[in-house]
């Protein structure tokens, strides 16, 4: 289970990376102490809470260069963690790919996530 604190925790740390959208929350980049790409995807990746799953999807769109740390992450994780990671890698990977061009305009020069094998 769970507490307030932690989730608030892992609210604040996509804020620093721009994910801003989880709401309601008062959590902000300065509360929360900085926590690795690879400790962030984890702890996304086994949250109850289905917002903070599927915020892997955002943070592999807006840091490509998280998708590194998928591999090493995934071999640690029980099944369902594994499986909403890879799910949630490969729908950043096809949103990317369907919606290049747009995100182009909202975005700055953000390169394609890179190819992993599992």
Known sequence: METEAYRETLVAALRERGIAYLAPSDASANDAPALAASELIARLATQD?????????PLFILHPECASEVPQ????????PRIALIACYMAAV???RLWGVRLGFYMQAVPPPARLVF
């Open 94 to 96: 096809y949103l990317q």
């Open 73 to 80: 992450v995934a071999a640690v994780l029980n099944d369902q």
């Open 49 to 57: 809470d289905a917002r903070l799953v599927l915020s892997l999807i």
